[in-house]
């Protein structure tokens, strides 16, 4: 039985503004079954009445649209996808509607307006040319603001996967020993992280005592076929944070052995006493509005033989991505574009991974074109002006033409952050703004 089928809805129907109602009553409709309260689905469907709007009257008027509701239960997802052999989809830039200034010019806010409704917004770019426009709404959970007793000091450790009762508890425990950002916001929240787990894409191990309570945990995703992510270990007797941290990745890694994941990822931090098998990343900065900016360093582990792979730069980043590879021991072969005065017409296109409860936004090339300078500095503008305080930019090191972008990227504030090994089609780079400046 395919499960993603059975919690996926879908509608095919024609990109005019004639069937909006019929639209915006599918995924309404759809998300009170998927469990969305009622101001939840609401703004999800101000957020498709915008952009099906949007997409009838300037992208794909007439075209065929297909509209897909997902459960991913401790969300719902919508999807709009269409071909677009001939477009010109500049205008799925977020930031295309920045320059916008005239009251007859606000019909096409509507992307902006929709990426403030929801939690996650996003294009990409499909196989032959079909488009992807995602919106995401999370459904919203209690927070869990009692104490829990600490547990005692395991004198037998084990390991196993908790049940929804102990993943809660893990939950609470986490929320209590760890600030932001050392742990993800959602920890919070212990129905929500049940939640996640029961969706497929994320799982759970903890580490118990004698008397089987929570002493540690760690939670895992696949951030790609090749990468496993994971948040943690989180231990809650740090007079034994060795031992359990041990224990936990000894069975994180005999779980995903038999997989084709090369190696573990952790993005925000590790546990001194458990550094040694990892190699450091390099750090990323996190800030937060009204206190201070948090650097923390990233660290990975490869699992098996590295493969090797091809990754391309241009002059300005060669010798660092070099170094850089040369200290994480990763075999590659580094190739240098190079500008022979070759013609590049039309838009560039970046996707936007937007994550407003954080103040992130992530940014990714989707189409090359002849317009980067001028993109990336309206995308700076336009994230700044609605008060994003962490920006990034992901380049896939394996796509040739996104090595096009490290010399704009470097001359409009941004730095290179980290390396992600095997994440992409190659590695992924990804560049950070540097909010101390002003551009």
């Known amino acids: 039985m395919d499960t993603d089928n059975m919690r996926t809805l879908t509608l095919e129907i024609s990109a005019s503004a004639?069937?909006?109602?019929?639209?915006?009553?599918?995924?309404?409709?759809?998300?009170m079954v998927f469990g969305l309260k009622q101001a939840e689905y609401i703004r999800l469907s101000l957020a498709t009445e915008e952009i099906f709007l949007y997409l009838s009257h300037f992208v794909c008027p007439g075209k065929s649209l297909e509209v897909q509701c997902f459960n991913g239960f401790y969300y719902a997802r919508v999807h709009f996808r269409f071909s677009a052999p001939e477009l010109n989809l500049s205008g799925l830039n977020i930031a295309s509607t920045i320059a916008h200034d005239r009251e007859s010019d606000?019909?096409?806010?509507?992307?902006?307006?929709?990426?403030?409704s929801v939690d996650y917004f996003n294009v990409a770019v499909e196989k032959n040319n079909r488009v992807c426009l995602t919106i995401t709404k999370e459904k919203t959970y209690p927070a869990y603001e009692e104490i829990l007793p600490a547990p005692e000091p395991a004198e037998n450790l084990s390991t196993g996967t908790p049940d929804d009762e102990r993943l809660k508890v893990f939950a609470i425990l986490t929320s209590q020993h760890y600030s932001l950002p050392y742990r993800p916001a959602f920890f919070r929240h212990p129905g929500k992280l049940v939640d996640m787990v029961h969706s497929g894409e994320y799982n759970a191990l903890v580490a118990l005592n004698?008397?089987?309570e929570i002493v540690g945990g760690i939670l895992l995703f696949y951030r790609s076929e090749k990468i496993v992510q994971f948040y943690g270990p989180y231990c809650f007797s740090k007079d034994q944070e060795k031992a359990i941290g041990e224990a936990l990745f000894t069975a994180c890694i005999a779980g995903i052995a038999r997989t084709k994941a090369l190696g573990l990822l952790s993005l925000w931090g590790l546990p001194e006493p458990l550094r040694n098998n990892f190699e450091a990343l390099g750090t990323l900065r996190y800030h937060e509005e009204g206190k201070a900016p948090v650097e923390e360093i990233?660290?990975?582990?490869?699992?098996?033989?590295?493969?090797?792979?091809?990754?391309?730069?241009?002059?300005?980043?060669?010798?660092?991505?070099?170094?850089?590879?040369?200290?994480?021991?990763?075999?590659?072969?580094?190739?240098?574009?190079r500008d022979m005065g070759e013609t590049r017409l039309g838009p560039s296109l970046f996707s936007a991974e937007v994550y407003r409860e954080q103040s992130t936004?992530?940014?990714?090339?989707?189409?090359?074109?002849?317009d980067y300078q001028d993109?990336?500095?309206?995308?700076?503008?336009?994230?700044?002006?609605?008060?994003?305080?962490?920006?990034?930019?992901?380049?896939?090191?394996g796509v040739p033409w996104h090595a096009r972008l490290i010399y704009v990227l470097l001359n409009n504030h941004f730095k290179p952050g980290i390396i992600l090994p095997f994440a992409g089609k190659s590695d992924l780079m990804i560049f950070q703004y540097d909010n101390e400046n002003k551009s």
Do not use: C
Not at 18 to 31: D, G
Not at 106 to 116: D, N, P, Q, V
Not at 361 to 370: E, F, H, K, S, Y
């Open 298 to 337: 990233s660290f990975y582990r490869l699992l098996h033989e590295d493969p090797g792979f091809e990754v391309w730069s241009d002059a300005d980043m060669t010798d660092y991505l070099r170094r850089e590879y040369r200290r994480l021991a990763l075999a590659r072969e580094i190739r240098t574009i």
């Open 361 to 370: 936004v992530t940014l990714r090339p989707v189409m090359a074109g002849d």
């Open 106 to 116: 606000l019909e096409s806010m509507g992307l902006l307006i929709a990426s403030r």
């Open 210 to 212: 004698q008397k089987k």
């Open 18 to 31: 004639h069937y909006l109602p019929v639209v915006t009553q599918f995924v309404e409709s759809a998300a």
């Open 375 to 397: 993109n990336v500095q309206r995308h700076i503008r336009f994230l700044r002006n609605d008060h994003f305080l962490n920006l990034y930019v992901e380049l896939d090191l």
